[in-house]
């Protein structure tokens, strides 16, 4: 019979960890975390890049191993893909995103982040954040994962070593990493023959932020999945097919097992990659609902009554009219039409709010440094311009010959390697390239 999931408390025996093991585990972590970073190399790294899909506000790749000593690139089944983008925002607010210190904060990552788990439980926390080093975590932990096509896959579980590290290019670039790791622990054993959890392989994945270097304020993000899931679990659905025609299954040949498991690999990750694209809208949401915004609104610019008085939106200019309607900022007070001010929405303690804010206190601006003249040929606002990434042509003095630029992990037990550099190419207003948020 299946396991229920959650599962109950203490259902993992947890020895405990002598200083030795503790030592290894964390060692074994800072060079998983530093790894990732290397794989995310789309030039001279250990994976060759594919451009698998060209989006608006993403890039996504698939990765093939360069030679069979690539760590687990190679290895039978893994599957191993990236994306790519570029959004507004500090290696400071990203670590903040991130942070499950508190319990209100653990909940809060959840809601955004953990729409594919079905259980997690941690095992052991070796390295905590505190407030002097927010950007360094070691953990031990089980999760569960729900299945991208319950009538099709079986639910994936895995033993992992969590890794939260900061690292710095040798010319002067900050980077952080949040990575995940396939670990092996006794007290962890494989359930798949207590409740039908397929145990997957991850080799190596996670996210990598660097802040950019030709353009303040703004980060570049890769999120990598470097992963094996173990083969196609059949559950009732299958199973009653089989029953019907026994020869189903037989007709199966391996390599036609293998051409589905590759397609449904393919979907998964794909849309897995696309997630990226969350952080830029999370990030925008933390700012507009920051300082208590629905208790006191700030509206120094204009105040609610100049709704009646204003003619056209203070952002793009357009006339206002039935089509157009007249919509207030929540933070700055100014008048805009709904396309430059869009709802957000926020949940916290079980409470979902929503308030109008403007693009550009969503990305954490003053409107005094964006208001525009009113020309026809400025108008053009939102803007969904489209990031180009190409890798340095002429690199600069502290870059090696191969493209490459050393990099140091913040960790005295990590030794030094090398990090690729991207030029980001974007149009001059990329800001205000679009974000899901609600309809409204």
């Known amino acids: 019979m299946p396991l229920k999931l959650p599962l109950p408390a203490g259902f993992f025996e947890r020895p405990a960890l002598n200083e030795y093991d503790i030592q290894r585990v964390i060692r074994e972590a800072t060079c998983s975390a530093m790894s990732v970073v290397h794989k995310t190399q789309l030039v001279g790294g250990p994976i060759a890049w594919s451009l698998r899909s060209d989006e608006v506000d993403v890039k996504i790749y698939k990765g093939s191993p360069v030679d069979d000593k690539s760590d687990g690139v190679a290895a039978s089944g893994a599957v191993v893909y990236m994306s790519v983008t570029e959004v507004v925002g500090t290696l400071d607010e990203v670590v903040e995103l991130f942070q499950t210190r508190t319990t209100k904060q653990a909940k809060h990552f959840a809601t ?21 080093a927010p950007m360094e975590l070691v953990d031990l932990t089980w999760r569960a994962y729900k299945s991208p096509m319950s009538l ?101 040949n391996i390599n036609e097992m293998a051409s589905r498991r590759r397609w449904v690999s393919d979907i998964h990750m794909t849309k897995r990659c696309r997630n990226i694209t969350d952080i830029d809208r999370f990030l925008r949401e933390d700012r507009v609902f920051s300082d208590e915004l ?11 009554a100049s709704l009646a008085a204003a003619t056209a939106c203070h952002l793009c200019h357009v006339e206002f009219s039935w089509k ?80 490459s630029a050393t990099y140091t992990s913040h960790f005295p037990l990590m030794e030094s390697s090398h990090y690729s550099r991207t030029s980001i190419v974007l149009d001059d207003y990329s800001e205000y390239r679009s974000v899901k948020t609600v309809d409204g």
């Not at 955004?112 to 002097?132: C, M, N, W």
Request: proline share 3%; glycine share 8%; net charge positive.
């Open 324 to 403: 157009h309607r007249k919509t207030n900022c929540a933070k700055c007070g100014h008048v805009l039409c709904k396309s430059c001010n869009p709802w957000w929405a926020t949940t916290k303690d079980s409470t979902t709010k929503q308030v109008r804010a403007c693009v550009i206190c969503a990305l954490g601006r003053s409107t005094h440094h964006y208001r525009r003249s009113s020309t026809a040929s400025q108008i053009s606002l939102p803007r969904g311009s489209r990031g180009g990434y190409k890798a340095h042509e002429d690199m600069t003095e502290d870059s090696s010959d191969d493209g």
């Open 294 to 304: 629905l208790q006191r609104m700030d509206t120094r610019f204009l105040s609610k």
């Open 152 to 252: 099709i896959v079986a639910e994936r579980d895995a033993c992992l070593l969590e890794c939260n590290h900061a690292f710095t290019c040798d010319n002067g670039q900050r980077g952080w990493v949040v990575s995940v790791q396939s670990i092996e622990l006794p007290c962890c054993p494989d359930l798949e023959a207590l409740g039908g959890l397929v145990r997957m392989m991850n080799y190596g994945s996670g996210h990598v932020f660097l802040e950019s270097m030709d353009r303040p304020g703004w980060l570049e993000i890769r999120y990598i999945a470097h992963v094996d899931f173990r083969g196609i679990a059949f559950d009732f659905l299958t199973k009653a097919l089989a029953k019907r025609n026994r020869s189903w299954l037989t007709q199966l």
């Open 112 to 132: 955004r982040f953990g729409h594919q788990l079905k259980d997690a439980i941690k095992l052991y926390s070796l390295v905590e954040p505190t407030a002097d």
